[in-house]
């Protein structure tokens, strides 16, 4: 059985999330960033980043969301989360995949690193604007290839979607400006897909919360 190591309101609910959508099972190992067990002895032999996510699947040990949604989806799915390779549709995905960790996550990573997660001694306050400017930037794109489609690549969810929509809740929860009318219409059709109520349900309740 696939085993996902995460912690709740981090990167590790996409994976949960993934395998809620493909009504898979899997077991779920919380690794309690409020006690330090990322940087543990244990978890680091894991992943020696002292992140999450991390599947085990067998053999086999995948670290970055983006990476683990996608083999999940070519794996266990029909080719509707994700979809076949060699076709333009996984282009697109491809395409938003990259645009979600790359272009939209960036400037929300920036701002949380320079706020908490670095040492204190390397953040930069000072590296605010420039995050809040680039993250209207993202999202200026992201609205104009959303457009008025339901899901961004049509009218089926991807995937993709998992990326974008925790990104952009990230950014609505971080209290950045979305002015962008179709981004808050598509991140509240993404708030209430029962598989992600399910998801962020097993994560608190293994994290006892």
Not at 78 to 103: I, S
Not at 179 to 193: I, M
Request: with cysteine.
């Amino acid at each position: 059985m696939i085993t996902v190591y995460g912690y709740p309101n981090t990167r590790s609910l996409r994976v949960c999330w993934m395998l809620e959508e493909l009504a898979q099972p899997y077991e779920y190992s919380l690794v309690d960033f409020s006690k330090g067990e990322s940087q543990s002895p244990q978890f680091l032999a894991v992943n020696p980043a002292g992140k999450v996510p991390v599947i085990t699947d067998g053999d086999l040990l995948l670290t970055e969301s983006a990476a683990i949604i996608t083999y999940l989806g070519d794996k266990l799915g029909n080719g509707d989360l994700v979809p076949k390779a060699g076709t333009p549709q996984r282009g697109h995905y491809d395409q938003w995949c990259h645009f979600a960790m790359c272009e939209l996550e960036q400037p929300l990573w920036t701002r949380a690193k320079h706020k908490f997660a670095l040492p204190s001694e390397h953040r930069i306050k000072e590296i605010f604007p420039t995050a809040d400017w680039e993250l209207q930037k993202a999202l200026n794109l992201f609205s104009q290839g959303l457009g008025k489609k339901d899901y961004i690549l049509g009218d089926a969810f991807s995937a993709a979607d998992i990326l974008l929509g925790q990104t952009l809740q990230w950014a609505i929860s971080f209290k950045q400006q979305v002015p962008q009318q179709n981004l808050q219409d598509y991140s509240q059709r993404l708030r209430n897909r029962p598989a992600l109520l399910k998801a962020q349900q097993r994560e608190k309740t293994e994290a006892g919360i």
